[in-house]
């Protein structure tokens, strides 16, 4: 049976050691994120990505209750 936190989409985000494994390579003045998967190579290019925003709105929020 599933349950409805199964059913939400959730963020992953990666840590050091996912980045190691990748051999990412962080190159700040070109803005590029390159990743090595065996034989392929991954590269994201923040400028460009910058000039094309997406029709994707998403609101992330944090609700803070103090203890009674």
Do not use: C, Y
């Amino acid at each position: 049976m599933e349950d409805e936190a199964s059913k939400k989409e959730s963020t992953l985000i990666l840590g050091r050691p996912f980045l190691m494994i990748a051999r990412t390579k962080i190159d700040v003045h070109d803005g590029t994120l390159s990743m090595e998967f065996g034989d392929t190579l991954v590269q994201f290019n923040i400028f460009e990505a910058m000039k094309h925003p997406t029709e994707d709105h998403s609101l992330f929020g944090i609700d803070l209750i103090e203890e009674l």
